[in-house]
């Protein structure tokens, strides 16, 4: 009889407790504990691959963040600085400076971000590892498709935007053979006989190490086939040894090529010789005289020079840093 009394006691009591929300102190400091996260901001670190050479505007993650309320988001510092920036309501990250997006140069991107509700702040990290890609795959437009199904060595004819293009984002370009002031002197251009192979010496060499990617000539005759690219580290008269296959079949006037993942290097300071095989544009500048080694026919070692004021119209793009 007396167990019953105490068990009846035992229960009112526990119902007393719980309608009144009773606890002890570990329930207190668990309470406490609550409340400071929900006067807190909370914030994920951001990791994220992204392909280099994106466009800018780019969406490239999302800062996830929770607070009180409606968030802010800002960012403080970049590595980088201007490579990108957030929106400040969503925490969308999105490429600003594209350029900036150069894995030869900045293979990692971050930022720190600041994350704020109405009375709190917390910090959090994005960091973005480029991915190395193909950077002249990037920057073509028109004649991309027939770059990406090419063979590695052939010459793809580009348009003369994808060209310039090439020239202006490609890292550390050098123009050779031919100056832009030489090529796009206000002069007549001449028909150069055909069947020759020279070499401008104009001070426009291929520097130490580099890769030749790009070129450019005048032509006088259409759909002639055979113009090779050739390359010397030696000397201006040679030996010169073909850079890729020959060149697509002409069409009359400037025209334009980039050639397929091109792997071997200048060993030393290097000169750039043109096969073409038929008529080539020529330049009379008196100006700005030209001397050039040349030989008839499909050469590889040039035994005359001469010293006048032609300037054979061809050109190549050059740089130092193999980004394909």
Request: with cysteine; charged share 20%.
């Given at each position: 009889?007396?167990?019953?009394?105490?068990?009846?006691?035992?229960?009112?009591l526990?119902?007393l407790?719980?309608?009144?929300?009773?606890?002890?102190?570990?329930?207190?400091?668990?309470n406490?504990?609550?409340?400071?996260?929900?006067?807190?901001?909370?914030?994920?670190?951001?990791?994220?691959?992204?392909?280099?050479?994106?466009?800018?505007?780019?969406?490239?993650?999302?800062?996830?963040?929770?607070?009180?309320?409606?968030?802010?988001?800002?960012?403080?510092?970049?590595?980088?600085?201007?490579?990108?920036?957030?929106?400040?309501?969503?925490?969308?990250?999105?490429?600003?400076?594209?350029?900036?997006?150069?894995?030869?140069?900045?293979?990692?991107?971050?930022?720190?971000?600041?994350?704020?509700?109405?009375?709190?702040?917390n910090?959090?990290?994005?960091?973005?590892?480029?991915?190395?890609?193909?950077?002249?795959?990037?920057?073509?437009?028109?004649?991309?498709?027939?770059?990406?199904?090419?063979?590695?060595?052939?010459?793809?004819?580009?348009?003369?935007?994808?060209?310039?293009?090439l020239?202006?984002?490609?890292?550390?370009?050098?123009?050779?053979?031919?100056?832009?002031?030489?090529?796009?002197?206000?002069?007549?251009?001449?028909?150069?006989?055909?069947?020759?192979?020279?070499?401008?010496?104009?001070?426009?060499?291929?520097?130490?190490?580099?890769?030749?990617?790009?070129?450019?000539?005048?032509?006088?005759?259409?759909d002639?086939?055979g113009?090779?690219?050739?390359?010397?580290?030696?000397?201006?008269?040679?030996?010169?040894?073909?850079?890729?296959g020959?060149?697509?079949?002409?069409?009359?006037?400037?025209?334009?090529?980039?050639?397929?993942?091109?792997?071997?290097?200048?060993?030393?300071?290097?000169?750039?010789?043109?096969?073409?095989?038929?008529?080539?544009?020529?330049?009379?500048?008196?100006?700005?005289?030209?001397?050039?080694?040349?030989?008839?026919?499909?050469?590889?070692?040039?035994?005359?020079?001469?010293?006048?004021?032609?300037?054979?119209?061809?050109?190549?793009?050059?740089?130092?840093?193999?980004?394909?």
């Amino acid at each position: 009889m007396n167990s019953v009394v105490k068990f009846a006691k035992f229960f009112a009591l526990t119902v007393l407790c719980t309608t009144l929300s009773c606890g002890n102190d570990d329930d207190n400091d668990n309470n406490n504990d609550d409340n400071e996260m929900n006067n807190s901001v909370m914030t994920n670190d951001l990791v994220a691959s992204v392909d280099e050479n994106p466009t800018a505007g780019q969406s490239i993650g999302n800062l996830r963040a929770i607070g009180d309320g409606d968030l802010t988001f800002s960012i403080t510092s970049q590595n980088i600085p201007g490579a990108i920036r957030i929106d400040s309501s969503s925490g969308e990250l999105i490429v600003d400076d594209a350029s900036l997006f150069d894995f030869e140069t900045n293979p990692i991107i971050s930022a720190t971000i600041s994350v704020e509700d109405a009375s709190n702040t917390n910090t959090a990290t994005a960091t973005f590892n480029l991915n190395d890609v193909d950077d002249i795959a990037s920057f073509l437009s028109t004649s991309k498709d027939m770059y990406n199904t090419a063979a590695d060595g052939d010459w793809i004819t580009i348009t003369e935007a994808e060209y310039n293009n090439l020239a202006r984002r490609i890292n550390d370009v050098d123009k050779i053979a031919t100056s832009d002031a030489r090529y796009d002197f206000n002069a007549n251009i001449i028909r150069g006989t055909g069947d020759f192979t020279v070499s401008n010496d104009n001070g426009q060499n291929i520097p130490s190490s580099s890769y030749v990617f790009a070129f450019k000539y005048n032509a006088q005759d259409a759909d002639i086939e055979g113009s090779k690219v050739l390359v010397s580290d030696t000397a201006i008269a040679g030996t010169y040894v073909q850079l890729g296959g020959t060149l697509p079949k002409s069409v009359i006037g400037d025209q334009y090529f980039v050639i397929k993942k091109n792997t071997s290097a200048t060993t030393a300071e290097g000169f750039l010789a043109f096969h073409f095989a038929s008529n080539i544009g020529v330049k009379n500048i008196t100006s700005m005289p030209n001397q050039y080694a040349f030989e008839r026919g499909d050469a590889t070692n040039l035994t005359e020079t001469f010293n006048d004021n032609a300037t054979f119209l061809y050109q190549g793009l050059s740089t130092t840093q193999k980004q394909w």
